[in-house]
């Protein structure tokens, strides 16, 4: 979310190019990397045309062609990952709020205390704080966890946001949880892209070997 790193290792990179040019090494392209990240929380994050201006003149140096992989920026904010509420509970002075997607939908909050936006689709201002948990019996199977979040009760829709990067891509069928469906929304038109797994789909590619 900020332009310094990006900045430094493209000057360095860009310096050993220029080394290896020297040394007779033909060096035609130069991938900056990941592009830009998107912002999680209410946080500033450079533009695509901020990028290009700080480092343009370095890579225009190097006379190669640029690549970048700007996956994230593209996708990040696009997608949101749609969960109903089953129940809430208590234990002691902790506060939970019980999903039906988990770890398995969404594993970034749980893998590396990602953070992302929880809105109730409903809203009406009343929030909690409390942890947002799902139903897989882990102790990593949170989606947010002692955060400000909306009241929700049972039955209610929570919409966690930012889900389009790393989201489905990195979802799987641990503890025999199948998958949810995809949705494609443009404006007021709608059509599910990816069909949501049944049990059946879990077992479908196994095969019984002849010898048992």
Known sequence: TKLTPYTESVERSAGLVAELKTR????????????????????????PKELVDAIRPMLEATGTKILCEMGRYIAGGAGVLMTSVIYRKKSGEKS?????????????????????????VNEDGSVANADLVGPVCESGDYLARDRELPDASEGDVLAIMDAGAYGFSMASNYNSRPRPAEVMVKGDRWAVVREREHSADLVKGELVPAFL
Do not use: Q
Not at 96 to 120: C, K, Q, T
């Open 24 to 47: 007779g090494f033909d060096i035609r392209y130069f991938n900056i990397g990941g592009g830009l990240g998107i912002p999680y929380k209410e946080e500033e994050t450079p533009t």
């Open 96 to 120: 939970f709020i019980v999903a039906d997607a988990g770890m398995n939908d969404l594993l970034r909050p749980s893998l590396y205390e990602a953070h992302h936006e929880v809105l109730a």
